[in-house]
């Protein structure tokens, strides 16, 4: 390069150089604190390879500002040099030219010196700062200001800001719209991840007045389908010694191929028509697999509802039977004060009542005890667990809590393996911190009784003479009982202390989870009974899912108690933001050592069908001893005049009139023994199979007599040759309720002699 080339670049520089510099010295005058990403009074470094001015703490007094810029003249005018003088400092010039560039003209950074205004949102490839990175922002009341800093631990990562209050409400204000049309675009997203399955959603063109809109409201068709598929296949090989001898042949080959399909189809068609589809290739009868178009129009519509597929007539007279299953359309209409229902259909399915004697014509359902519903029915609290047996001690009628008036409302929230990685769900959903002992005395929840009680039975305490327990009118849930003040439980939902989380989760160990939910829907996921404090699951959750809830009640005496933040859902929904807080009823991968494994309900069994009938439903217990044919009477034990198993494990307490007179017939009450609509007998004590039946035998072969649910005492006679706690230990499994489901399977033989079956009956199909 010619050495006039060099000096017109070298010029060039200096001169940009003094240009930057003289705009520098304006800012550091005039610009407010903060400006250029720096903080107050601090100015970048002036450097070249022979000085290097640093101005730290203070701002710079003008006489050196003036100085360093007769620095940078003196350079330009010494750029004009001779060949010779070139030659000399080229070197120089040269390293001079490139650390002045870099230094006033730096690459373009990605990221502020100073925070943002606004929440930064990242792009999803990068991910999201962990805990330690904090974003504060504090209001100073005296100076109506806004201080908003960025922090690793106390530690400024990003220079802070002070707005005033009118500034602070702006930023604000373009917040709320930014997120509020970002969550707008996501939920019309047909990409969002919705529950487990496939989901489709389309927006209908044409707007609010094109003629969709008018049929079906909304312009918006949404369906999700889920479901499974399991086919097996393998192959026989058979072989025959009489047809290798005659035929020469070795043998045959065969393939053996098996399906199964389970599929759901729901959504809606604008927010009209709802569709939905249920078929199963396991259900035990036909009528179980379903298909239901409906249409609901708006309150001043004619058009009411329209149902189209499996339909249901429900008529209040009495000449024209109800409960009848179709197949076809049915209408509603309402023209002003007249309302008109129309059906066109075929009878798909009809009840019959038949008396069979020596033989079955019904399909019978054979259940052992270890087949309750498992990881489906659920306990609010430890109070309601106490007070189960208590509440069903009446014949026919249900007895609240002493303390408890009713349960106004409950928010049911689960967490599943799908929620893990999602961005983008449409259901309501929370980041949370869930509690077993929210609300509960902490040894409830924590504390360990002698080897296989915990939880719940070892609250229970010591028997007592009425055929309850010590405990059994345990405390109603409360802010009052539980361990945690209000320091703890503001640290645990702000989500910035460590220290808190790890100590909480040390104490509960297996009663602790910090994990997202998704809020289910009532009548749709879950039924819940506000008298007796349980509910129960549309579907059995899996080991690797989480539930939890939130409730309020009100007392005897009136007042309101809520336990865990009901209606106060996050809308960050953010990892690292802030949280609610939960009552804890199952964790993952549950285990018997676990403090909630009492909570679950093990003394529900689904017989199958739906809309069973009184008329028609027959129920039997029955003990098939080996060598012997079944029973309903234990074959060495009598029970006052020979009462049968039925009566004696609360499930035949009253005849037909309802007087407290056992028939030897199952007592039809639903909500009390038995869910009609979906097919499910309850027995009205927590294990009926386990301490309850050994309760029965202990008492009645050691006193004479013994204790029956409704608390009536029973001469008990032993005509076999078993001590008490032989005869106990024999009839009695109390492991049933102590071990998961599945080991129980595995050492089944005794407790399989109990047979809970229709044997003899005939249901309504």
């Given at each position: 390069m010619s050495a006039p080339v060099r000096h017109l670049l070298a010029g060039?520089?200096?001169?940009?150089?003094?240009?930057?510099?003289?705009?520098?010295?304006?800012?550091?005058?005039?610009?407010?604190?903060?400006?250029?990403?720096?903080?107050?009074?601090?100015?970048?470094?002036?450097?070249?390879?022979?000085?290097?001015?640093?101005?730290?703490?203070?701002?710079p007094p003008a006489s050196s500002l003036d100085s360093a810029l007769a620095d940078v003249l003196d350079l330009v005018n010494d750029s004009m040099l001779t060949d010779e003088d070139e030659l000399a400092m080229a070197d120089t010039v040269e390293a001079d030219t490139l650390l002045r560039s870099r230094t006033f003209f730096p690459s373009v950074r990605r990221d502020g010196y100073g925070v943002a205004l606004q929440p930064r949102r990242l792009p999803r490839i990068r991910g999201v700062l962990g805990p330690y990175w904090q974003r504060n922002v504090r209001l100073d009341s005296t100076a109506y200001q806004y201080a908003i800093r960025e922090t690793i631990?106390?530690?400024?990562?990003?220079?802070?800001?002070?707005?005033?209050?009118?500034?602070?409400?702006?930023?604000?204000?373009?917040?709320?719209?930014?997120?509020?049309f970002r969550e707008l675009a996501s939920r019309r997203n047909n990409r969002g991840q919705r529950r487990s399955g496939l989901g489709i959603t389309v927006d209908v063109p044409g707007g609010q007045n094109s003629t969709f809109s008018t049929i079906f409201g909304k312009n918006e068709v949404d369906l999700r389908v889920n479901g499974t598929s399991t086919v097996d296949v393998g192959a026989g090989y058979d072989t025959n010694e009489l047809q290798q001898?005659?035929?020469?042949?070795?043998?045959?080959?065969?393939?053996?191929?098996?399906?199964?399909?389970?599929?759901?189809?729901?959504?809606?068609?604008?927010?009209?028509?709802?569709?939905?589809v249920n078929y199963d290739t396991q259900s035990q009868f036909d009528f179980e697999n379903r298909v239901s178009l409906v249409y609901t129009g708006y309150e001043d519509d004619?058009?009411?509802?329209?149902?189209?597929?499996?339909?249901?007539?429900?008529?209040?007279?009495?000449?024209?039977?109800?409960?009848?299953?179709?197949?076809?359309?049915?209408?509603?209409?309402?023209f002003g004060p007249l309302a008109l229902t129309a059906v066109a259909s075929q009878q798909d399915a009809q009840s019959n009542e038949v008396v069979i004697?020596?033989?079955?014509?019904?399909?019978?359902?054979?259940?052992?005890?270890?087949?309750?519903?498992?990881?489906?029915?659920?306990?609010?609290?430890?109070?309601?667990?106490?007070?189960?047996d208590a509440a069903h001690r009446r014949p026919g009628l249900q007895v609240l809590h002493p303390n408890l008036q009713l349960i106004e409302d409950i928010e049911v929230w689960k967490h599943d393996q799908s929620l893990n990685n999602a961005t983008e769900i449409r259901d309501e959903t929370t980041w949370a911190v869930a509690l077993?002992?929210?609300?509960?005395?902490?040894?409830?929840?924590?504390?360990?009784?002698?080897?296989?009680?915990?939880?719940?039975?070892?609250?229970?305490?010591?028997?007592?003479?009425?055929?309850?327990?010590?405990?059994?009118?345990a405390p109603l849930p409360s802010d009052a009982l539980h361990r945690y003040?209000?320091?703890?439980?503001?640290?645990?939902?702000?989500?910035?202390?460590?220290?808190?989380?790890?100590?909480?989760?040390?104490?509960?160990?297996?009663?602790?989870?910090?994990?997202?939910?998704?809020?289910?829907?009532?009548g749709t996921d879950y039924s819940f009974d506000p008298q007796l404090g349980w509910i129960s699951l549309t579907s059995a959750l899996t080991d690797n899912e989480v539930l939890a809830v939130s409730y309020r009640y009100r007392t005897s005496a009136g007042d309101i108690v809520t336990v865990g933040d009901f209606g106060d859902a996050t809308r960050e929904n953010s990892q690292t933001g802030p949280r609610i807080l939960l009552k804890l009823l199952r964790n993952d991968s549950p285990i018997q050592t676990d403090p909630l494994w009492d909570l679950t309900m093990r003394n529900i069994y689904r017989v199958g069908g739906r809309s069973l009938s009184a008329a028609t439903f027959d129920f039997k217990l029955e003990y098939d001893p080996p060598g012997a044919s079944p029973q309903e009477e234990f074959p060495d034990i009598t029970f006052g005049e020979n009462l049968t198993l039925l009566t004696l494990l609360g499930l035949d307490r009253v005849n037909a009139q309802g007087q407290a007179t056992p028939d030897n017939e199952f007592d039809f009450q639903p909500g009390l023994t038995i869910d009609p609509v979906r097919g499910r007998v309850i027995f009205p004590m927590r294990q009926p199979f386990g301490d309850f039946i050994e309760r029965l035998i202990l008492e009645g072969l050691t006193d004479g007599q013994t204790q029956t649910l409704s608390g009536t005492p029973i001469l008990v006679t032993n005509t076999g040759s078993r001590s008490?706690?032989?005869?106990?230990?024999?009839?009695?499994?109390?492991?049933?309720?102590?071990?998961?489901?599945?080991?129980?399977?595995?050492?089944?033989?005794?407790?399989?002699?109990?047979?809970?079956?229709?044997?003899?009956?005939?249901?309504?199909?």
């Open positions: 060039a520089s200096f001169f940009l150089a003094g240009l930057s510099l003289l705009a520098l010295r304006a800012g550091a005058v005039e610009a407010e604190p903060g400006a250029f990403g720096l903080p107050s009074g601090q100015l970048a470094a002036l450097a070249d390879t022979d000085t290097v001015a640093v101005f730290g703490g203070q701002n631990g106390n530690t400024d990562v990003r220079t802070p800001a002070v707005l005033s209050l009118d500034s602070f409400l702006v930023a604000r204000r373009q917040t709320t719209v930014r997120d509020g001898a005659q035929s020469g042949r070795s043998g045959s080959f065969s393939p053996d191929f098996g399906q199964e399909l389970n599929l759901n189809v729901a959504g809606t068609i604008g927010d009209k028509l709802r569709i939905n004619i058009i009411q509802r329209v149902e189209a597929g499996n339909v249901f007539l429900q008529t209040p007279s009495e000449l024209i039977r109800s409960g009848q299953r179709l197949f076809g359309i049915r209408t509603d209409l309402q004697d020596g033989g079955s014509q019904a399909t019978p359902f054979d259940l052992d005890p270890f087949q309750y519903e498992s990881d489906t029915h659920f306990f609010i609290g430890f109070a309601f667990h106490n007070w189960w077993a002992d929210l609300g509960e005395p902490a040894e409830v929840a924590i504390r360990q009784g002698p080897e296989d009680e915990i939880g719940g039975k070892a609250y229970l305490g010591e028997p007592t003479e009425n055929g309850g327990y010590a405990n059994e009118v003040d209000d320091a703890t439980l503001d640290a645990l939902r702000a989500n910035t202390d460590a220290t808190v989380y790890s100590d909480v989760a040390d104490n509960l160990g297996t009663g602790f989870a910090n994990r997202r939910f998704r809020k289910l829907v009532e008490p706690a032989e005869a106990a230990a024999e009839y009695s499994f109390p492991e049933l309720y102590d071990l998961a489901q599945s080991a129980i399977r595995n050492r089944a033989q005794k407790i399989s002699r109990y047979d809970i079956t229709n044997r003899a009956c005939t249901c309504c199909f």
